[in-house]
């Protein structure tokens, strides 16, 4: 775990195949791969899976999210599992608003710089992704919408640029399948 902050355990139970061919338990315990903001109080994700792009294999491997793997955005065709708790907006200083996409290791995120002044979450993306609310409330942004969304709800952000704003007090934690997508043609970078 990088960062000061205490990061909540995600469980993560890994399945696979004995000797005998059986399926089996191989692992069960709080998945490694997880990060605190070091600037943001309540900020977090844990990467619980990931895989290459290509062909996805079930053959017994290294652990692909361990704890000191550094995991941004997949690359076309991969994929990430990520859970992240969103503290409220209020939390955020502006020192920490500057340095947020760097510190999250979003090396292909987009910043929307024109939409910044609407919400400093802005960013986009070359992904597909899954995003569902497990607890909490949470706002999601785009350049000319705007939706809350609550426990149950899913999005399906395909590319868009978005931010993720949270009006309430108190933290959101929401679940993302990002699938690694080619970038968009004719989309303003």
Known sequence: ??????????RRVVTGHNANGRSVVLSDGPAPNAWASPDVPGLTAVVPWQTAAGPVSNEPSDDPAPADREIGFPEAGGTVLRVATFPPDSVYSDEAIAKLFATIGSETAQAAADAQAR??????????????????????????????????????QRGTSHAWSNRSGSICRMAFVLIGADPLSGVVQ
Not at 1 to 10: C, K, Y
Not at 126 to 147: F, H, M, N, Q
């Open 1 to 10: 775990m990088s960062g000061d902050r205490e990061v909540a355990a995600t």
């Open 119 to 156: 919400h400093f979450w802005f960013h986009r993306t070359d992904s597909l992704d899954y995003a569902v609310v497990l607890d909490g409330e949470i706002w999601l942004l785009t350049d000319e919408d705007e939706r809350r969304l609550g426990p149950g709800d899913v999005v399906i």
